[in-house]
């Protein structure tokens, strides 16, 4: 079965970093485009960042841009999600996505039906 694993989440005091893990089981990461998206209470799901396959292009939401940095190791099969200068306005359950459609996963943040989810981490940003 195809599972991911997201780790790395807690609760931080803002302007803090925080390293957000996915990792991957039961397939490779190599030929799927990566995305983070998160969900704050309410809310609509989000489009965080995404990276592509082969040429590991990254896409940023406005949100995030300068701020947040996606990469991707995949000889670990793994993804990251460095965030740094966090704001409560961050806080929300972050979900790392894999799909094989690059272009509408990190350009459009939608999924196909064949899209791998994780279950979330928690990222709580408050003082």
């Known amino acids: 079965q195809l599972h991911l694993v997201e780790s790395g989440g807690g609760l931080v005091q803002p302007g803090g970093s925080l390293r957000l893990s996915c990792a991957a089981s039961g397939f490779s990461l190599d030929d799927y485009a990566i995305a983070w998206f998160r969900q704050a209470p309410g809310m609509e799901r989000e489009g965080v960042s995404c990276i592509t396959s082969k040429a590991h292009n990254t896409y940023y939401s406005d949100s995030v841009k300068g701020r947040f940095t996606i990469v991707r190791e995949d000889a670990e099969n793994m993804v990251y999600l460095q965030m740094n200068s966090l704001k409560p306005g961050d806080t929300a359950v972050y979900y790392c996505?894999?799909?094989?459609?690059?272009?509408?996963?990190?350009?459009?943040?939608?999924?196909?039906?064949?899209?791998?989810w994780g279950q979330g981490t928690q990222v709580t940003v408050s003082s």
């Open positions: 996505a894999a799909d094989y459609l690059e272009y509408s996963l990190c350009v459009n943040w939608r999924n196909t039906s064949r899209a791998v």
